[in-house]
């Protein structure tokens, strides 16, 4: 007798807190559209990110101080709507978690409207209070810390390595831990060297989510544009697994040439009727007599 299967579900926080647990290490990745929600979905990616990378990858800003709720709303739904199994993060775009309340009002705002399980949010020490506000709220916090690419302006605007220094070290591990103790159910370390990531890591009970932070982390997440290779660079902490930008190139352009040929589209991609209806409908089937040329079939322009 065959086991019933399961009926897919969602996964929650406690799900992600268990593969922690039981020592599986967590993959999550971006994804701002529908159909490669779907496919991650499908893969068994447990942790899907709608970062806000979304305004660099795919709005083409310039950076994603730039994002609108709006515009992270809008993405999303769509990756909601593609998954049933992941448990979806909505990136708090810059300056919608200043305060309390800003938290709290966008914070619900990617759950309620938005679909998502969960949000992040840039930044240790500074945010601690706003992560422990929306954890009390009943919202999972998902906190990022290292190089936060929403203060780039105040971290001197360049994307650099961060807690090379004693001081930054070890600010770095005062950001992470407060980060814990207000609630978060994991935390992002980005650009992060791979020895003080692992020494976090160590020191931590919920899972650190590495990107540019080396092996030593509980997961890790790339950027989907990154993993594809459809990028114009690849950054040097990633490892693209496909390549994308090559294959649609090619696609394209041998598409191009094919339509300039004529060979597309093809009989096999071509729909035919019947050459006596279309004889007919162009009054020149046999029932046709002149005057039913007028009355039923269709005249070229040039007989007008
Ligand atoms: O916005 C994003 O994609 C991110 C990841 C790089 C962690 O914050």
Do not use: N
Request: glycine share 12%; hydrophobic share 45%.
């Amino acid at each position: 007798m065959s086991a019933t299967p399961e009926p897919t579900r969602r996964l929650t926080v406690t799900d992600i807190a268990r593969l922690h647990a039981d020592g599986t290490r967590i993959a999550m990745l971006t994804a701002y559209d529908f159909p490669t929600a779907r496919l991650l979905d499908e893969a068994g990616i447990p942790l899907i990110l709608v970062g806000d990378s979304l305004g660099e990858v795919m709005l083409g800003y310039d950076s994603t101080v730039r994002v609108t709720m709006a515009e992270m709303l809008h993405h999303t739904k769509a990756v909601v709507r593609g998954t049933e199994r992941a448990l979806i993060v909505g990136d708090m775009p810059f300056l919608t978690y200043a305060t309390v309340d800003e938290a709290l009002e966008h914070a619900g705002m990617f759950l309620q409207e938005g679909g998502a399980q969960a949000v992040k949010v840039e930044g240790g020490v500074r945010s601690a209070k706003i992560v422990e506000a929306l954890v009390r709220s009943g919202i999972p916090v998902m906190g990022h810390i290292g190089w936060t690419p929403q203060a780039k302006h105040g971290m001197g605007g360049k994307v650099r390595v961060q807690g090379k220094s004693v001081e930054q070290a070890r600010a770095l591990l005062h950001d992470a831990l407060a980060i814990q103790e207000a609630g978060a159910f994991s935390i992002v370390l980005e650009l992060v060297p791979g020895q003080l990531a692992a020494a976090i890591t160590e020191r931590l009970r919920i899972p650190t989510i590495g990107i540019g932070a080396g092996a030593g982390c509980s997961g890790q997440v790339l950027v989907i544009t990154d993993l594809l290779g459809l990028g114009s660079f690849v950054p040097r902490h990633a490892r693209p697994y496909a390549h994308l930008r090559e294959e649609i190139l090619e696609a394209a352009t041998k598409y191009a040439a094919d339509v300039a040929a004529g060979t597309f589209p093809g009989p096999e991609e071509t729909v035919r009727m019947d050459d006596i209806v279309l004889e007919e409908a162009l009054g020149r089937g046999h029932l046709d007599r002149p005057a039913d040329v007028v009355a039923g079939g269709i005249p070229l322009d040039r007989d007008l």
